[in-house]
Every structure is written in structure tokens, then in C-alpha cells.
């Protein structure tokens, strides 16, 4: 995570570059990957909606982290703890 010049916190970008490799390659088969990512994108339709689950995983992957990165402000929220927690 980095600050720029508005003081904005911003994830590095290389951690996105981790959440496409992890995505892509947590699940072996493309059926459980697709209801892990339905499952914890549930409350974000906005994002389900754009992805294209005939795509390869690696593709959608991909789409979904462009989708996150370009909207960064609104799906991250510096110094919130998870919803785990």
C-alpha cells in the first residue's frame, strides 16, 4: 500500500499482480473456482455481472482485478478490518 500526492492510500500494484496469480491458480477446476468467486462476490453484483465465466480463469481473473483496480476507492477502505475479524 501507497500514499500519493492527495495523501490517498493505494494498493501497491504488485499486489494486484498476486491476486490474479492466486485467483488464477487456487482452484484446479474451473467449477469451484466459479462459486468461490460467486460466493465472495455476493454482495458486489456490480462486479459478478461484468465477468465472463466462459473465459478462461486466467481471463477472468484478470477482468476482475481491472474491475477492482479501476474502481479502488470504492472497494477498499484503508485501515477497515475484515469482515472475518
Given at each position: ?38 460466493a465472495m462476490l ?33 472497494y477498499f477502505v ?8
Amino acid at each position: 500500500m501507497h500514499e500519493d500526492s492527495g495523501r490517498r492510500k493505494t494498493i501497491d500494484p504488485s499486489a494486484y499482480l498476486a491476486l490474479l496469480e492466486g485467483l488464477t491458480h487456487i482452484f484446479w477446476n474451473k467449477g469451484p473456482y466459479e462459486l468461490y468467486l460467486r460466493a465472495m462476490l455476493r454482495d458486489h453484483s456490480e462486479l459478478l455481472s461484468r465477468l465472463d465465466f466462459g473465459a478462461t480463469k486466467r481471463e477472468v481473473s484478470g477482468q476482475l482485478v481491472n474491475l477492482l483496480r479501476a474502481n479502488e476507492a470504492c472497494y477498499f477502505v484503508a485501515g477497515r478490518p475484515s469482515s472475518t475479524q
